[in-house]
């Protein structure tokens, strides 16, 4: 039996639980359905007394010990009139500081105040992630400054990715915020019209920290992306300059080598060229430095 003011938390339910949950909490089917889906966009919506808020919540994923993977994924909340319903596909979210009583002061059976908090916690997690990424940023252009890799530049782009993801999911989250405070169907107290304005507050300051650091990255990555190709023209002109010096010999033992009638012909043939086009390579060296070819 369920009680009334119980909080049902399902992590990528099967399609047995959905149907089972659906049956004894007479919930609809395609709200328990919806946040399953990765796609799923930001939005609220109300039938038959029931009302499905999904956002957009921030998850990281170990890749390696030292890389991690930031994006978003939707989590649903179903408000019943007896109890709330929050369904996602991954387990290890924002939710498991309610499950293991991290969040001080919270009560399902005050179901609006709960979902406020629930949206809170989602926008200070943003932000917290957020901070993780900025450093991350500034250990790989550490390690950028030394070694011009491609590790780090792809670590620097997922990062980019990472911060696109956020910064669509949060303005798709401010939407659904500002839909509520026009909500007539959910009932608000005025504590819980405080927190709401709290939670708007610190998602304007998630989604202004996600701007600012996509342009700090993007501007980063241009200036690397102008140090590696300008990096590039040196050595490609050092090059070139080595091979034009390179070519003067080759071309004086090629006069030299021909099977006709040649001056310098005695026995200090051979040093004569040898010096012969010696000088005309540090001529040529000479000319190219002053004209910073070198």
Avoid at 249 to 262: A, E, I, W
Wanted: glycine fraction near 2%; charged fraction near 20%.
């Amino acid at each position: 039996v369920i009680e009334d003011g119980v909080w049902v938390n399902l992590v990528n339910p099967t399609e047995d639980e959905i149907n089972r949950i659906s049956s004894e909490m007479n919930v609809e089917i395609d709200f328990l359905k919806a946040a399953l889906d990765e796609e799923e966009r930001a939005r609220i919506e109300n039938d038959n007394g029931q009302t499905l808020i999904i956002v957009d919540i921030p998850v990281v994923e170990m890749q390696d010990t030292k890389h991690v993977l930031y994006y978003t994924i939707p989590l649903g909340i179903i408000i019943l009139k007896h109890a709330i319903i929050t369904v996602c596909l991954k387990e290890d979210t924002l939710l498991n500081d309610f499950i293991n009583n991290r969040v001080k002061t919270f009560f399902t059976q005050y179901k609006t105040r709960f979902v406020l908090q629930i949206l809170f916690k989602n926008a200070t997690r943003y932000l917290q992630y957020l901070k993780h990424i900025d450093k991350t940023s500034s250990r790989i252009e550490k390690a950028l400054h030394k070694s011009m890799r491609n590790k780090e530049l792809i670590q620097m782009l997922e990062l980019q990715k990472s911060l696109v993801y956020f910064s669509t999911a949060l303005k798709a989250n401010e939407v659904v915020l500002e839909k509520l405070t026009k909500c007539e169907y959910i009932k608000f107290y005025p504590e819980d019209t405080e927190l709401l304005e709290d939670v708007i507050i610190e998602n304007k300051q998630a989604i202004e920290m996600a701007s600012i650091y996509s342009n700090i990255l993007t501007g980063t990555m241009d200036a690397f992306a102008s140090f590696i190709s300008n990096n590039l023209n040196i050595v490609m002109k050092f090059l070139t300059s080595v091979t034009i010096v390179m070519a003067i010999p080759t071309m004086v033992s090629s006069f030299f080598g021909m099977n006709v009638d040649l001056p310098l012909s005695g026995p200090y043939a051979f040093w004569l060229i040898f010096a012969f086009s010696l000088v005309l390579c540090t001529l040529a060296a000479v000319i190219l430095y002053r004209k910073k070819m070198f």
